[in-house]
Every structure is written in C-alpha cells, then in structure tokens.
C-alpha cells in the first residue's frame, strides 16, 4: 500500500471522515468552542489543491480515488484497456508529484 503524502494529506484534511485532535496545538482554558478547523487540517487541504493545477483534473481525480479513498483500479476500469490506461495516469501522476515535491528531478 502506498504510504506517502497525498494518503496523510487526505486524511488530515478531513475527507476521510474522521476527525482527530490536533496535539500540535495550544491549549488555552476558555469559553469559546474549539476551532473545527485545525492548522493541520488547512494545510493539508491546501497542499492537496496545490496538486490540482500540476496534474490535471483527470489525474487528480485518479490519484484521490486511488491514493486516497483506497479506491483499486480493477473497480473503476471495465475492461484490461481501461485498467491499463488508468496505471498509466496514475504511474505519470505520481511521477508529476515527485519532481513537485523534489523527490525527483526531471
């Protein structure tokens, strides 16, 4: 299982459904409400939406499918062409992503 930064990205922003305490953050005493909104949260949400404009719609949809929801590839393709197009996207999304992040060079 790919274990990398968009799967941690998309989970502390939220999109998984769950939602954990921050332990990074101050503790005050107080009135007010917790913030529902955590700076972990924000910048993962953040760092996910600067990947769209570097993938591409198409690509970014994939990558959250499969990287991020679990999604398996054999369940959104119907046929051996569609399965092997979508490890394509994916395979060129994820290498997109590490020249991003400079995991790579170009």
Partial sequence: MYKGAIPQYWERSGAKGTFAIDYGREQVDGCKGIDPLPDS???AVQRLNECKPVLGRKAFDLMIKV???RMEIKDMATNQ???TTLGGYLKDGLDVLAVHWGYKTQ
């Fill in 81 to 83: 062409r569609a399965r």
């Fill in 67 to 69: 990287v991020g929801q």
């Fill in 41 to 43: 949260m924000i910048d």
